[in-house]
């Protein structure tokens, strides 16, 4: 259905935008995941207020967490000047799951 490709699409534009804001002014982790899941929570209830199916609101929800999930653990996988140690991918999405579950509750 072409408006669950269209509210995927902003949704991930919000997501990107609010990611350029995270890492610019150093947010915590917690809050930029929680922003994370209120946009796609957003975005599925939208597009089941228009008429799309419950699954197929489910997946583009899943599809934007996922997303957001990408850039956060891109942005954790940085090594910041001076660190010796390799940033852990593994660690990225443990945090990035903990604070999703934190915020859902």
Known sequence: MKSIAIGIAIGK????????????E?????????????????VQRALEREGCEGAEADRAK???????????????????????EVPSEAEAIAEFKRCLRDATR
Not at 13 to 23: R, T
Not at 73 to 82: D, I, N, R, S, Y
């Open 62 to 84: 899943r599809a934007l967490i996922d997303f957001g999930r990408a850039l956060f653990v891109e942005e954790w996988m940085k090594p910041l000047a001076g660190d010796d």
């Open 26 to 42: 150093e947010l915590d982790n917690f809050e930029h995941v929680s922003r994370i899941a209120r946009v796609a929570g957003s």
């Open 13 to 24: 534009q919000v997501l990107l935008d609010e990611h350029h804001f995270f890492v610019d």
